[in-house]
């Protein structure tokens, strides 16, 4: 059974920084892409970064991109998204998330076949 469970949400001031982590099991994490997605409240889901198993390479949204950076600890089958430069509008729940047998980034939440239940990042002003 796959299973993926977000770590690391919390409180941070605008301007800090936050490490979230995702535990996965059932699954080898070198075979499938794993992704983080966001929900604020009132807002659609939307990506917040995916690596890529086929070659490691990192996707981000421009909302994100050059603050937010994913790693991977394969012997851990752990992902991390760290966080820099947080802004109040980066305040959400964070997923992760897997589509079955998809090594590449750059799919929507609709695709994804497994969720962890997400973890809260509030960020004040």
């Known amino acids: 059974e796959v299973q993926l469970v977000e770590s690391g949400g919390g409180l941070a001031q605008a301007g800090g920084s936050l490490i979230l982590s995702c535990a996965a099991s059932?699954?080898?994490?070198?075979?499938?892409?794993m992704y983080w997605f966001r929900q604020a409240p009132g807002k659609e889901r939307e990506g917040a970064g995916c690596?890529?198993?086929?070659?490691?390479?990192?996707n981000f949204p421009d909302s994100v991109k050059g603050r937010f950076t994913i790693s991977k600890d394969s012997g851990k089958k752990t992902m991390y998204l760290q966080m820099n430069m947080l802004k109040p509008e980066d305040t959400a729940v964070y997923y992760c998330?897997?589509?079955?047998?998809?090594?590449?980034?750059?799919?929507?939440?609709?695709?994804?076949?497994?969720w962890g239940k997400g973890t809260l990042v509030t960020v004040s002003s």
């Open positions: 059932g699954f080898s994490s070198d075979d499938y892409a």
């Open positions: 998330a897997v589509p079955e047998n998809v090594p590449l980034c750059g799919l929507g939440p609709e695709d994804m076949n497994y």
């Open positions: 690596i890529s198993s086929y070659d490691g390479s990192t």
